[in-house]
């Protein structure tokens, strides 16, 4: 069975720019979160979709964006891009993102130059 | 944001020894879990405990749920070669509708000497 994908798995970005990052949950799970890793740290909480809908939200400002698609992928969306957004993105999906365990995909590397 | 205290930040031993390693936090969680992650991946769980004063084992890897539910440790025993990795601990509150998300510590970086 697939585990959690996520596209791309590597990303330069110039300042200013908007950046899709995407995301497939393994087969049957309908909640899918989002988290930022900078280097040296723990993965911090972006957000959270459960059937299409936005459960959670962590403390990143307004610029950080994400929806949910009818088959449960999501795509978080980051727009007028900073040098400081540079980190890992992971993506976790679960069966329903309430009291059932996460499962991380490999993430995304965004570079910001 | 908010990041679980963890300690130690690294850990540099031989094989075959044995590891410990943990984590406090000034609230409460109702849920303790421990996950590895190597270099250029996700992290992946290792260990789940849900109750105050749990105790569960996964092979040679062993968590507790700290009975002030603010603490929690995760015991590595033999250590070989490929437990190398970071170790993150992560706690999640289940009160106030706040269940979706996790607050992960800032890791251990576990080195094994063959």
């Known amino acids: 069975d697939a585990g959690v994908t996520q596209s791309p798995t590597h990303l330069i970005k110039t300042r200013g720019q908007h950046v899709t990052l995407r995301c497939s949950p393994i087969s049957g799970h309908k909640s899918v979160s989002w988290y930022q890793q900078v280097l040296g740290q723990g993965p911090q909480f972006i957000f959270q979709y459960y059937e299409k809908e936005e459960r959670g939200r962590g403390n990143f400002p307004d610029r950080f964006s994400a929806r949910q698609f009818p088959n449960y992928s999501s795509e978080l969306n980051v727009n007028a891009l900073l040098l400081g957004d540079s980190a890992l993105y992971l993506c976790?999906?679960?069966?329903?993102?309430?009291?059932?365990?996460?499962?991380f995909g490999q993430g995304t590397r965004l570079t910001v130059v | 944001g908010q990041q679980l205290n963890q300690s130690p930040q690294s850990m540099f031993i031989q094989e075959g020894e044995d590891v410990s390693m943990n984590c406090t936090s000034s609230s409460i969680f109702n849920t303790w879990l421990w996950y590895k992650q190597d270099p250029g991946e996700g992290p992946v769980l290792l260990i789940a405990?849900?109750?105050?004063?749990e105790l569960t084992s996964n092979g040679r890897l062993t968590a507790q749920f700290g009975i002030t539910r603010k603490d929690s440790f995760l015991n590595i025993s033999a250590s070989i070669p490929s437990d190398v990795g970071i170790y993150f601990c992560a706690g999640r509150d289940e009160s106030g509708g706040s269940n979706y998300k996790l607050t992960f510590g800032k890791g251990t970086l576990l080195t094994v000497n063959p």
């Open positions: 405990l849900y109750k105050a004063g």
């Open positions: 976790a999906s679960s069966l329903t993102g309430g009291l059932t365990e996460a499962f």
